[in-house]
């Protein structure tokens, strides 16, 4: 039990974290507007540069081997809608870590999604 | 336009996997010469590598759409794709879908559309990329 708690912990913290480092990276980029090739090609490059975005990456691919672990660990069922949690997380995150202000509609907005792909994934 | 893009991406990408490895059937991790047959089986489905490809795809339209709009905003909207795929299954595929996910799509629903009514972007923004070009 405390074993799986770790593993969800894991998958959920490591998984945000690595998507606000990644976001983190993606803002210092400067802002992609137009699908224009050689203007993606440039952010790309440009964000290939910036540590947060290699550490944001394998964070998520920490998660991502979290993930299969609390998989085999027990049922889908269970697992996947926990880690919808991590939209909230998320959330918390973006406004502590990032700045972004996340007002009472977004909130709002954040615990419905959570909760649908809770009930989704258990569907 | 990007966001439309990243959802449909990451359905597309996530339905074809599925399929590809559906196909291989269920892999036992605990033998490392089963584990190398599943390997080999996936590399040579066509389904695998196109899911991979849009799932490439999906990973540089997200950073794209971080370079300007908020997490808090792009990550709950994008659970848009967990109502697509179910959405998709039943009207294309004939696939059932419980009364339970029906509501879990509902809630999805209303919960994407009041981010949508937030700004996108909360924080100072960063010179345009786009407009350096010419300098």
Request: aromatic share 8%; hydrophobic share 60%; glycine share 12%.
């Amino acid at each position: 039990m405390a074993r799986l708690a770790f593993g969800i912990a894991i998958v959920v913290l490591a998984g945000t974290g690595g998507e606000i480092a990644v976001s983190h990276a993606m803002k210092r980029v400067g802002e992609v507007t137009t699908l224009n090739a050689r203007t993606i090609l440039r952010a790309i490059t440009r964000a290939a540069r910036l540590p947060s975005l290699w550490i944001g990456i394998a964070l998520m691919a920490a998660a991502f081997f979290a993930l299969l672990a609390v998989l085999s660990w027990t049922e889908v069922s269970f697992a996947i809608p926990v880690t919808a949690l991590s939209y909230v997380v998320g959330a918390f995150g973006a406004r502590v870590f990032l700045g972004e202000q996340v007002n009472g509609l977004r909130w709002l907005g954040v615990a419905l999604v959570c909760a649908g792909v809770a009930l989704v994934c258990l569907g | 336009m990007l966001l439309v893009l990243v959802v449909l991406l990451s359905a597309v990408g996530n339905v074809l996997l599925s399929v590809g490895m559906k196909h291989v059937g269920a892999v036992d991790i605990r033998s490392l010469g089963a584990l190398a047959a599943a390997g080999a089986a996936a590399a040579i489905s066509p389904a695998v590598w196109l899911g991979i490809g849009s799932l490439l795809l999906f990973f540089i339209a997200y950073l794209l759409l971080l370079s300007w709009a908020d997490y808090s905003f792009v990550s709950p909207v994008t659970a848009f794709g967990y109502v697509l795929v179910p959405l998709l299954g039943w009207g294309l595929l004939g696939e059932q879908v419980s009364p339970l996910r029906w509501v879990g799509i509902a809630v999805i629903c209303v919960g994407v559309g009041l981010v949508s009514g937030t700004p996108p972007r909360t924080t100072a923004p960063v010179p345009m990329l786009d407009e350096e070009e010419g300098r």
